[in-house]
């Protein structure tokens, strides 16, 4: 039977048409060496901040990459997680889910930006240098390198209230992290790729406890957790103790790698939607593959990491370039 096509349909596959071909319009004003003429040396710029940033800290890694991710996941790849709040605007660094964002990413960006800005004043959007310096980080750290598409302008709103049910959570289920991603048009492909940004980076106890001490009833310890681990975990983070942190890979925390999937076959995930990976039948031949071949582990992230550099770009009167990156202009 075909049911009839009303007018609320009509406009839903409308808004749905819409949408997807802005995306792709948005995403079609990106081209590499976009500052070829206005502002050449911009990579090399940045590329020496990042560097630096990280010869002082571990934490610029892990932090530089993770800020990326969630700036890209609300409100598009546009610079909107760097604004700070103020008196009548909660921006989105201050939503609960941001929290941990550490501030050594902020740092990094905001230098690269000031130095950015002495050299090629107002040129540079706060987007596209937090575009290459999550790239910079990564490979700086023996991930790969890759070219990034750049043109992006800094968004133009920065709210708290727009960040709840954006970003994929640790105690979430494989399908609610598949719906997340595909909400921002990533795939599983894509999912199971990004989620290597966990070979660097700490993790609050907060976050995994719960796999620790109160998995389920008669069980409090997730049995996918290599007992070996669970223990060191433990030590790490006691029952009710403060929220300390922990290395989300133990093996190699300093290198961007594919030890993060090994980890994984080991029983060696940190956190939730990390173990999951490995127990759903349907992500764990991924992870199997990229365990096995950092080739085809760096070509699978790439292809990945350029799609969410595409999300939500913003052009025209939809942007700016910012002064500051923490303030609008």
């Not at 709210?159 to 049910?165: I, M, R």
């Not at 399908?175 to 492909?189: C, I, R």
């Not at 990945?304 to 939809?318: C, E, F, M, N």
Request: aromatic share 8%.
């Amino acid at each position: 039977m075909v049911r009839p096509t009303t007018p609320r349909t009509v406009s839903l596959i409308v808004l749905a048409v819409a949408v997807a071909f802005f995306a792709r319009l948005c995403a079609a004003d990106l081209k590499l060496n976009y500052y070829a003429s206005t502002c050449p040396n911009v990579e090399t710029i940045v590329r020496g901040v990042v560097q630096q940033k990280k010869d002082a800290t571990i934490r610029t890694t892990g932090s530089t990459i993770r800020l990326f991710f969630h700036d890209c996941f609300v409100e598009g790849c546009d610079g909107s997680v760097l604004i700070k709040s103020t008196p009548g605007n909660p921006a989105e660094r201050d939503a609960s889910d941001n929290l941990s964002l550490a501030f050594e990413g902020f740092e990094t960006v905001l230098s690269a930006k000031a130095a950015v800005e002495a050299a090629c004043p107002g040129q540079v959007s706060c987007a596209d240098i937090l575009a290459l310096a999550a790239r910079d980080a990564i490979a700086d750290s023996g991930g790969p390198f890759y070219q990034v598409e750049l043109g992006r302008l800094d968004g133009l709103v920065s709210n708290a209230s727009s960040v709840p049910g954006q970003l994929p959570e640790a105690n979430q289920t494989i399908d609610q992290l598949l719906e997340v991603f595909k909400a921002h048009g990533l795939n599983m492909s894509d999912m199971v790729a990004l989620s290597a940004a966990h070979s660097v980076g700490l993790a609050h106890c907060s976050k995994f406890a719960y796999r620790l001490y109160s998995y389920q009833p008669g069980q409090p310890t997730d049995p996918t957790l290599n007992p070996n681990y669970a223990a060191f975990l433990r030590s790490k983070c006691p029952d009710g103790g403060p929220d300390w942190m922990v290395l989300i890979d133990q093996a190699t925390p300093a290198q961007f790698d594919n030890q993060y999937y090994r980890n994984l076959q080991d029983g060696g995930g940190l956190l939730g939607s990390d173990a999951l990976l490995y127990t759903d039948n349907r992500t764990r031949p991924m992870v199997d593959s990229w365990a096995n071949s950092t080739e085809a582990f760096s070509k699978a992230f790439v292809n990945a990491v350029v799609k969410l550099g595409r999300v939500g770009v913003k052009s025209g009167a939809q942007g700016n370039i910012r002064k500051q990156c923490d303030v609008f202009n």
